[in-house]
Structures are given as structure tokens and as C-alpha cells.
């Protein structure tokens, strides 16, 4: 090839080739189109779950601001022990109490379907007794009068014996009585699903003489606590 003023010219270049993707550019469209949808609808249900959170929120405060809802209060008020002797892996009892249960709510009636009453000592039930159904009124107090005589074949443990010797001379018995309740809330005219709250009260009852006194003093009322304990794994 012959020289042009004197500069060479090589072969000539080529065009550029076009590269073809095919379906890969349809199929990134669609990807984007899914990922918009998708974030679309994750920020109208994250949207809708606030929206529904704070009206559950504001509900709840109406709620409380109207009713003003307090706890249900429980005291033994008075406790008698007439017998509590052990023989021959027997137990002898003979224990009344005056069960006191206080609703202090102005708007809030408790229908107590069903109160289970239980007596342990040292952990071990000797006493068992039902009491209600009946319906507490707001603002009322409620007497309840369980009474546990009987006798009952408990094998204590040797130690379980001997604890029961000392509070013998003591002339005080640590008894536990336990409410097992299954009740509603009226409130206006809606009620509420039947819940079953437990109630522990610690009783220090001192054993009635043949006289029918006590030598250590008259039994001193007790407050009663929640058994939150039981409530949670029972």
C-alpha cells in the first residue's frame, strides 16, 4: 500500500458490538417494580399498626380515667382455732375465719362465680371448702365465714412433727388459708371474661384453751396478698 503524505494509515478499526441482555433488562424492571410494591405495603401496614396502636392507647386512658379501677382487697378480720392436735398420722381441727373482702371501685361490680378455700400447714392442704356464687356490689364489703372441722389422715415428716410440737408450747399456729377465685367485672353493661385471681393470706392463729380463751392474746386481723406466684405457673 502506497504512503499518503507520507503517514501510514492501519487496518481500519471496527464498530463497536452491541450487546444484547435479552431478558435481563425486562427482568430488572420487574424487580424494582416488586421491591416498590413490597416497600409500599410494609409502610401502610407499619402505618395502620401506629394508627391502631395509639387508638388502643387512647381507649385505655378513657377507659382508666373513667373508671379509676383499683384492687380488690382481702382481710381475715378474725380466726379461730378451737382443736389442732396430731395423732397417729391424724390430723384434729377445728379452725372459723371471718374472710373480709373490700371493693373499693365506684363503677366496677365483681360477680364471684366460685371461691375455693383451702387451709395448709407446712405446705400440706388439710382443709378445703367452697363458698359463693354472689355478686359484690361497688363500694361494698363482703363478710365470708368458711369454717374447716374435720380430721384427716396427713403423714407429716419427722420435722414437719417437730415444728408442730414447738408451736404447740408456743400456743400460735402459722396456718396459710388460700382463695381460689373465678370471677367477672361488671362494668355499666358490659362484663368482663371470667379471670381466676389467687389470694394467700399468712395466718398466726393462737389455739383456743378448754376454756374457750386463748392464753397467747386474740388472733390480730391480717391483710391478704395476691398470690402472683401461682397466678403465673398454676
Known amino acids: 500500500m502506497s504512503n499518503l503524505n507520507g503517514a501510514y494509515y492501519g487496518p481500519s478499526i471496527p464498530p463497536p458490538s452491541r450487546s444484547y441482555r435479552g431478558d435481563s433488562c425486562c427482568g430488572g424492571c420487574f424487580s424494582c417494580c416488586c421491591g416498590c410494591i413490597f416497600n409500599c405495603i410494609l409502610g401502610l401496614i407499619c402505618k395502620i399498626l401506629t394508627v391502631v396502636i395509639v387508638l388502643v392507647?387512647?381507649?385505655?386512658?378513657?377507659?382508666?380515667?373513667?373508671?379509676?379501677?383499683?384492687?380488690?382487697?382481702?382481710?381475715?378480720?378474725?380466726?379461730?382455732?378451737?382443736?389442732?392436735?396430731?395423732?397417729?398420722?391424724?390430723?384434729?381441727?377445728?379452725?372459723?375465719?371471718?374472710?373480709?373482702?373490700?371493693?373499693?371501685?365506684?363503677?366496677?361490680?365483681?360477680?364471684?362465680?366460685?371461691?375455693?378455700?383451702?387451709?395448709?400447714?407446712?405446705?400440706?392442704?388439710?382443709?378445703?371448702?367452697?363458698?359463693?356464687?354472689?355478686?359484690?356490689?361497688?363500694?361494698?364489703?363482703?363478710?365470708?365465714?368458711?369454717?374447716?372441722k374435720s380430721q384427716q389422715v396427713i403423714p407429716f415428716t419427722s420435722d414437719q412433727v417437730s415444728d408442730m410440737e414447738t408451736e404447740k408450747k408456743s400456743g400460735v399456729f402459722s396456718i396459710n388459708l388460700r382463695l381460689n377465685l373465678k370471677v367477672r367485672f361488671k362494668i355499666a353493661f358490659f362484663k368482663t371474661r371470667t379471670v381466676q385471681p389467687k389470694i394467700l393470706c399468712a395466718l398466726e392463729v393462737p389455739l383456743e384453751s378448754r376454756k374457750g380463751a386463748s392464753s397467747n392474746g386474740a388472733f390480730q386481723e391480717t391483710r391478704c396478698d395476691w398470690d402472683i406466684k401461682r397466678m403465673l405457673f398454676h
Do not use: C
Open 57 to 148: 392507647g387512647i381507649v385505655a386512658l378513657l377507659f382508666w380515667l373513667m373508671v379509676r379501677p383499683n384492687v380488690l382487697k382481702f382481710h381475715v378480720s378474725d380466726a379461730t382455732l378451737s382443736k389442732f392436735s396430731y395423732d397417729n398420722n391424724t390430723l384434729f381441727y377445728d379452725l372459723a375465719a371471718n374472710v373480709t373482702i373490700r371493693n373499693p371501685n365506684r363503677r366496677v361490680g365483681v360477680y364471684y362465680d366460685d371461691i375455693e378455700a383451702l387451709t395448709l400447714y407446712q405446705t400440706v392442704r388439710f382443709g378445703y371448702q367452697t363458698l359463693g356464687p354472689f355478686f359484690q356490689h361497688p363500694k361494698n364489703t363482703t363478710v365470708l365465714n368458711p369454717v374447716f
